[in-house]
């Protein structure tokens, strides 16, 4: 084993259907978005891969990891409570720190690298 992975938009065996997103976070008037993903790590303590959602919104309360990620296609935006609303487009990359606040809007279907750490 190489210890190194190569990751590709389409994942490294494609993406498969996920459901990340809880109902019960999304904001009033958003649909439950479409996902799909591919987990490349998990070890326990920190996973990586490719996830892909249709256009919602949601609420963060208290964000329970570091998230850093990488936008491959599509469009977010990302508001911290009391702060103001950041969009993140293809190249963009994001740092979202564990105990975020506040709200994740996908406004056009996003694709995106992620490294999740607790």
Known sequence: MTKLIRLAPEGSKGLA????????????????PVERGAVELSD??????????????????NYPYHEMA????????????GGEAQNFGPGET???????????????TLRKFYFVAA
């Open 17 to 32: 259907p996920c459901a990340v997103v809880p109902t019960e976070a999304l904001l009033p008037g958003s649909e439950q």
């Open 44 to 61: 326990g303590e920190t996973t990586g891969g490719i996830w892909e959602a249709t256009p919602y919104a949601e609420r963060f309360d």
């Open 70 to 81: 990488h936008v491959i296609s599509g469009r977010v935006i990302i508001t911290p409570e």
């Open 94 to 108: 994001y740092l979202m720190e564990k105990g975020f606040t506040g709200t994740f809007e996908v406004t056009e």
